[in-house]
C-alpha cells in the first residue's frame, strides 16, 4: 500500500514538474527568468567575463559572442528599465563578480519620463558608483530614435553621459554614427522607430567587443 502510495505521488510530481517546465519554455518571459535564475547560480561558483545591464535594447539583442563559453556572458537587462533600475542591475553584476559591465540606458527617462537632463546626470553617476573598483565597464551612448526633433536632448544627454564615463576611465561607445543619418535612425537600423533590428544589434555587439578587446585584462 506504501509502495503504491509512494509511486502515486511520485507520478503527481513528475507531471507536476513537466507541466511547470512546459508552462516556463512556452512563455518567453518565464523561459528568460528561468534560465536566467540557473545562470546566477552558476555565476556564484562561474563568475561571468561580462555582465549586460540596461534596458530593452540590451534585453533583445544576443551577447553569446562576447564570451569564449556560455558562462562568460550574463545579461541582466530588462525591457523598460530606468537609470535608476539599471543601478540595481548593476550592483547584481559587481555581486556576481563580473570582470566587465556593460552599460546600457537612459532612453526610458529622457523620453517616457521626461526627465531633466540633471536628473539623468544624477541617476547615472549614481549607477556607475555601483561598479566594482576592480572592474571595467563599457558604457554606451543613447542611440538617436527614429525622430529627429529628439536628437538635441539625446545629445545633451550623451555628453554627460559621456564625461562621467570618462571620469572613471571607462570606455564609451557611440553608435550614432553607424546607425543614424542627421540626428534620425535609419530606416534599416530599426522596425519601430526605437529599437534595433538584428543588424543594429549586431553592429553594437561588434562595438562592444572591439572596445572591450583595448580594454587591459579583458582581451584575454
Not at 505521488?9 to 528568460?32: H, N
Amino acid at each position: 500500500m506504501l509502495t503504491l502510495l509512494a509511486q502515486a505521488i511520485s507520478t503527481l510530481v513528475c507531471l507536476a514538474a513537466v507541466a511547470v517546465a512546459s508552462f516556463v519554455f512556452l512563455d518567453g518571459s518565464l523561459r528568460r527568468a528561468f534560465l536566467l535564475a540557473i545562470f546566477k547560480r552558476l555565476a556564484q561558483k562561474y563568475p561571468p567575463a561580462y555582465a549586460i545591464v540596461g534596458d530593452s535594447l540590451a534585453t533583445q539583442s544576443d551577447w553569446r559572442s562576447l564570451g569564449r563559453h556560455p558562462l562568460d556572458v550574463i545579461n541582466l537587462a530588462k525591457g523598460g528599465a530606468t537609470i535608476k533600475e539599471i543601478a540595481g542591475q548593476a550592483l547584481e553584476a559587481r555581486d556576481l563578480g563580473a570582470r566587465c559591465v556593460v552599460i546600457d540606458g537612459g532612453l526610458n527617462d529622457l523620453l517616457f519620463d521626461e526627465a531633466p537632463i540633471e536628473q539623468i546626470e544624477y541617476d547615472f553617476r549614481a549607477l556607475l558608483r555601483r561598479i566594482g573598483a576592480n572592474a571595467h565597464a563599457i558604457v554606451t551612448l543613447m542611440p538617436y530614435v527614429a525622430d529627429p526633433a529628439l536628437a538635441p536632448r539625446i545629445d545633451a544627454a550623451n555628453r554627460v553621459i559621456g564625461a562621467l564615463a570618462k571620469e572613471r576611465g571607462f570606455a564609451v561607445v557611440d553608435l550614432n554614427p553607424r546607425l543614424s543619418s542627421h540626428g534620425a535612425r535609419k530606416s534599416e537600423m530599426t522596425d519601430d522607430g526605437l529599437h534595433f533590428t538584428p543588424l543594429a544589434s549586431s553592429i553594437w555587439v561588434e562595438a562592444v567587443r572591439a572596445a572591450a578587446s583595448g580594454e587591459a585584462g579583458l582581451a584575454s
